[in-house]
């Protein structure tokens, strides 16, 4: 049975619009960018104080940086497998570099990396802020560091309710 045109018309549309989404991953490059700026920033700024660290202040220097790489991981994750589970395949498969697990992350499993991430990144800052109290006369901000602790407890949770919705959705009968 051949459909109408109006809805053959709908149909593709709709299909083709998926590609409204495009400018966004370009956006997302583009933060990318901002994110490498401010990493050598960061890095270019304790340059000079190198020789003269402490080790707590080599830890917070390492951890800066490792919290931007991972912001920058996450960025490419979203920017390369939402593209492709979203707007089309990009056609590397020949390439020797081509990450493994580009065209096998879905929705779920970038859900699952997101969250991941985010709990990571929120460790960082809490782990740094745990180290700032190690500094000469640093006070103790008790409510900042509260405020710190619940809201990394909340991303814990979150990923691990995330995690079993996933698991009870592989359980289930699909249609």
């Given at each position: 049975?051949?459909?109408?045109?109006?809805?053959?018309?709908?149909?593709?549309?709709?299909?083709a619009s998926r590609w409204l989404m495009a400018p966004f991953y370009v956006g997302l490059v583009v933060a990318l960018a901002a994110l490498i700026?401010?990493?050598?920033?960061?890095?270019?700024?304790?340059?000079p104080h190198l020789l003269a660290m402490k080790p707590e202040d080599a830890i917070l220097l390492a951890l800066?940086?490792?919290?931007?790489?991972?912001?920058?991981?996450?960025?490419?994750?979203?920017?390369l497998?939402?593209?492709?589970?979203?707007?089309?395949?990009?056609?590397?498969?020949?390439?020797e570099d081509r990450p493994d697990w580009m065209g096998t992350?879905?929705?779920?499993?970038?859900?699952?990396?997101?969250i991941a991430s985010i709990v990571a990144i929120s460790a960082i800052a809490l782990l740094k802020?745990?180290?700032?109290?190690?500094?000469p006369g640093a006070t103790l901000d008790q409510p900042r560091l509260m405020w710190l602790v619940?809201?990394?407890l909340s991303f814990v949770v979150s990923?691990?309710?995330?995690?079993?919705?996933?698991?009870?959705?592989?359980k289930v009968e699909k249609h």
């Open positions: 049975m051949k459909k109408p045109p109006l809805e053959t018309w709908l149909e593709r549309g709709l299909f700026v401010v990493f050598f920033q960061e890095l270019f700024h304790e340059l800066s940086l490792i919290d931007l790489s991972l912001a920058a991981n996450l960025l490419v994750i979203v920017i497998s939402g593209y492709e589970n979203f707007v089309s395949k990009i056609d590397t498969a020949s390439h992350v879905d929705f779920s499993g970038l859900k699952m990396k997101l802020a745990f180290l700032k109290l190690t500094e619940i809201v990394h990923g691990v309710l995330l995690a079993v919705m996933d698991w009870l959705n592989g």
